[in-house]
Each structure stands twice: as C-alpha cells, then as structure tokens.
C-alpha cells in the first residue's frame, strides 16, 4: 500500500477561477505558450465546440516540437469521437486511456480516473472539476451551462502535481492501472501551518489504496472554530464526514452546505442523498440548494483552510475513483473563496426542517426508493470487501 503524502510547500500563487469562461482561455493561453512539455488528466471529454479549443491548442503544441501526454477515462470519453482521437495521435499527442472498458473486468469497471489536472512546462498547474465539454464553456460566450471551478497554481507545488501525474501515466501501463506504484513521500498526514500565505498541499485518492484527501478533510472538520462551508454536486458523505458536520455545528460552528438543486446531471444521486437531510437540519447545518444552473465544483472551506479539486468526499468517489483536491492556507485564495461562495449561497434556496417535512409525496417516493437502492449498494460492496 502506497503511503506517499505530500508535504506543504510555501511560495506558490493561486488564483481562483470561476466558470469556464475564465479559466478555459487561460488553460489554452497556458499551452500556447509551452515549450517544453503539457500534461492534461481529465475524466469528461466530448466532441463540440469546447473540446475543439482544447484539442486545437494541444495539436499545435505537438506539432511544434512541445510533449504533450493525455491521460483520459475510458468511460468518461466515450463520447469523444473517434476522429478526435485519430486527430490527437496524428499531431504527436501522447495519448493514454486510463481502465479500458473490458466485459470480463466485471467490477474492475467502476474503477475511473475522476482528476482534473493540466500541468504546462513544469511551471503553471490547474486543478479543478472541469471536463472539456460544452456544458463547461463555449468558446465565446460568458454564461455556461455547468458552474464549476479551477485553481491555477504556480510555485513549488507545481513539482508535486507534476509527480501524481507521472505516477499515474506510468500506472496506466500496468495491469491495475488504479494501485499505483509506491513513491517518496511522508508516512503521516502533515499538520497544517498554523497562519499560511502561499502555502498548499496535493492530497489525492487512489479507489481504496490511499485516502489522505479525506483523512485531511474530516481532521479539518473536526478542528474547525468558526466555519465549515462544502460545496458539491454529489452529496453522499461517508459516515464519518456526517457525524462530522453534526458535532460541528452541535458546538456552534457555522456549517453550510452549498447542495444541487433541480439542475443535476443525475438525480437519483440527489435523491438518495437527501436521506440525510433530516439529522443535519435538526443539528444545525444550513442546506443550500443551487437554484440558476447545474452546480458542479468541489470546494470546502474551514476557518481559513480551502480544498478544491475533483472529490466529492462521497462513498462512491472514495471506493472507486481517483481524486485530487489542491489544499491551502492563503489569505487571498481565502478571500476569492468566501466570495465564490457568498455569491452562490445568494443564488440558493435554503432548506429549513419545516420545508423539508412538507415536500409532497412524489418527492418522499423518489428519496426512499434512491436511498434504499444506495444503501443496499453499498453494503453489498462492503461484504465484498
């Protein structure tokens, strides 16, 4: 079992990036510039309009002498058409596919690679939740169809992003392309800094071998004094993280919660994660439901400590897939993120108790028969483990 953690590292520069709109330009202005290498792991590419950008800047990249290596899912680019694909390898792009679909895999098909990374010449990294498609962005437009985020990173840190990539894009190559193999790193979960500017750290998952991103989040959770506001689209928390959020507020912590509204991309999840409702509404926790398009970003923020990426801190992400959230102490950061999610929680419906115990029938139905189905999926995985 791979016990690499990653340590923190001061003298980085982050920059908070809202809607596609914003930080796919400097995405592709990044790779313009390259030259020397560009990385980009991601799980969502379809064909359109926005794949297009990206892949044009990547082919040209390529042609002009810079590497270019794309690690994608297998599963989450089935819709990436075939003559994309050709286009990419004919540039000279590097192309790998992370756990091919295969019958005979059976179970082994859940595992996917859910990161969200481009790194350019070792220098600038982003990190977020966007796939490449025109949900995300389309070029020329402002409004997007999907609310989503990226961080761009420079300084130090940039090294250790570049290190999970490599792991990864070697991993590929191997039979169990999620049990990467182990690297330097620390043995411990690092204790945060106590007062930080420029200071971040890579926590990451890999399916059931390395769980640091979410050992670090429930010790924040349980150290917070003042705050505990979570964003994400997929709300099915461990357990832990749960009984987390409810001693936290018990003890007077602001705890909100920034949830998908009735713009999901999968609804049974939502479904099955208002079950939990209930136990934290009568703990204190303030629930938010996204009102004016599908939410889609991956982002807490406890006192003054922020975790952005690709984890949605649930059951599923944490079983199966592989996940990487950049973590940091840093006054403006800080700052960009207090009002990312001021603006968001003005576009919400908060949920109160009384709400939730009148919602009609219909909505009961669809809760249980989702949370049912969860829970028994889940359990049947746990037997099996």
Not at 46 to 69: F, H, I, K, N, P
Not at 183 to 194: D, E, Q
Not at 346 to 361: F, G, H, I, T
Request: aromatic share 12%; charged share 25%.
């Amino acid at each position: 079992m791979s016990k690499a953690i990653f340590p923190w590292r001061s003298g980085n520069h982050f920059a908070l990036l809202r809607n596609g709109s914003r930080f796919f330009p400097r995405m592709i202005a990044a790779i313009d510039v390259a030259q020397q290498q560009v990385e980009l792991e991601l799980y969502l590419v379809e064909s359109g309009v926005c794949a297009d950008a990206v892949l044009q800047a990547l082919c040209a990249a390529a042609q002009r002498g810079v590497t270019v290596r794309c690690l994608f899912d297998d599963y989450g680019c089935q819709a990436l058409h075939p003559r994309d694909r050709q286009r990419l390898l004919a540039a000279g792009v590097q192309l790998r596919w992370y756990n091919p679909l295969r019958w005979r895999r059976g179970l082994r098909n859940l595992y996917r690679d859910h990161r969200k990374l481009l790194l350019v010449d070792g220098r600038v990294a982003f990190v977020g939740g966007t796939g490449a498609t025109d949900g995300f962005w389309i070029p020329g437009q402002v409004y997007s169809a999907w609310h989503e985020l990226m961080v761009e990173i420079s300084g130090p840190l940039v090294a250790d992003w570049q290190q999970l990539f490599e792991r990864q894009w070697q991993a590929c190559q191997a039979r169990f392309a999620w049990r990467p193999e182990p690297a330097p790193g620390l043995k411990h979960l690092p204790v945060p800094p106590p007062v930080g500017q420029g200071l971040g750290r890579v926590a990451y998952a890999n399916a059931q071998q390395h769980r640091d991103i979410l050992q670090s989040l429930i010790r924040a959770l349980r150290g917070a004094k003042l705050r505990i506001w979570l964003a994400t689209p997929y709300f099915l928390p461990t357990w832990k993280v749960r009984r987390a959020l409810r001693k936290a507020a018990a003890r007077g912590v602001e705890v909100r919660l920034l949830l998908s509204g009735r713009h999901t991309d999968n609804p049974p999840v939502r479904f099955a994660g208002e079950r939990y409702y209930p136990k934290l509404l009568k703990a204190g926790v303030q629930i938010f439901e996204y009102r004016p398009r599908l939410l889609h970003l991956k982002m807490v923020l406890v006192d003054d400590w922020v975790s952005v990426g690709s984890c949605n801190f649930d059951h599923w992400n944490l079983r199966f897939n592989l996940d990487a959230n950049l973590e940091a102490l840093d006054p403006q950061l800080t700052a960009a993120v207090v009002a990312s999610f001021q603006e968001d929680f003005a576009d919400s419906d908060e949920v109160s108790l009384q709400q939730w115990r009148a919602r009609p029938w219909w909505r009961r139905a669809q809760q249980r028969v989702w949370g049912w189905l969860d829970r028994v999926v889940v359990n049947l995985l746990d037997r099996r483990h």
